[in-house]
């Protein structure tokens, strides 16, 4: 069975400019959730999606927004770019919604804001 | 808002013990959890604990739970050079809410 993929794995951008993240779950899994991972924050949650509806929000501003669409994939938009936006973003997918005690994570993106 | 610290480097001799420790602040957890991640690579659930137990045992690891004090630790018995990682610990607090939190993580570097 094939693991989390993310896509691109790495990514530079300029500051406001925008940026879109793809996660495809392992086949069956309806839930993903999206992590941002830095050296100065450490690992932070930012949103889980199930069944096409976000179910949990972490505290990250209006910028940091997703959707997941009816096959489960999901994508993250990070809107006007900020350098401290840089971090590696982490998709992680499991059967069900609330189930961080069996979700599969994939390798994550790392975007570069310059 | 809610806290998991850890510290940051332990450093151990190959076919010794690692013992990871972690506390955390949110006495409403329900979850409590441990993650790997090796240079370059996401994530990986090593294991978890539910918060009315006290000990989880799965092959070289063991997780001890002392819910008063709060604190939560990691045994790797036998560390293996592959074990040189990064080692998360996480909780998700009750009350209907999931949203987890994260320590900061502690460097498990493992010598011959």
């Known amino acids: 069975k094939a693991g989390v993929t993310q896509t691109p794995r790495y990514l530079i951008k300029t500051r406001g400019q925008q940026v879109t993240l793809s996660c495809s779950p392992i086949?069956?899994?309806?839930?993903v959730s999206w992590y941002q991972q830095t050296p100065g924050q450490g690992l932070q949650f930012l949103f889980e999606?199930?069944?096409?509806?976000?179910?949990n929000k972490g505290n990250f501003p209006g910028r940091f927004s997703g959707r997941q669409f009816s096959n489960s994939r999901s994508e993250m938009n990070v809107s006007t770019l900020e350098l401290g936006d840089s971090a590696l973003y982490l998709c992680?997918?499991?059967?069900?919604?609330?189930?961080?005690?069996?979700?599969?994570f994939g390798p994550g993106t790392r975007l570069t804001v310059l | 808002g809610e806290d998991v610290e850890q510290s940051l480097f332990l450093s151990v001799r190959e076919g010794d013990s690692s013992v990871i420790n972690c506390t955390y602040t949110?006495?409403?957890?329900?979850?409590l959890y441990w993650y790997k991640q090796e240079p370059g690579a996401g994530l990986q659930l090593l294991t978890y604990?539910?918060?009315?137990?006290d000990m989880k045992q799965d092959q070289r690891l063991t997780v001890l739970l002392n819910k008063k004090d709060k604190h939560l630790s990691l045994r790797i018995a036998d560390t293996q050079t592959g074990d040189s990682a990064i080692y998360f610990c996480?909780?998700?607090?009750?009350?209907?809410?999931?949203?987890?939190?994260f320590g900061r993580g502690t460097s498990l570097i493992v010598h011959p």
């Open positions: 949110d006495s409403s957890s329900t979850y």
């Open positions: 992680a997918s499991s059967l069900g919604r609330n189930s961080f005690n069996e979700q599969f």
């Open positions: 086949s069956g899994h309806r839930s």
């Open positions: 996480a909780e998700t607090p009750g009350g209907g809410s999931y949203i987890p939190t």
């Open positions: 604990i539910f918060s009315n137990m």
């Open positions: 999606y199930f069944s096409e509806t976000q179910r």
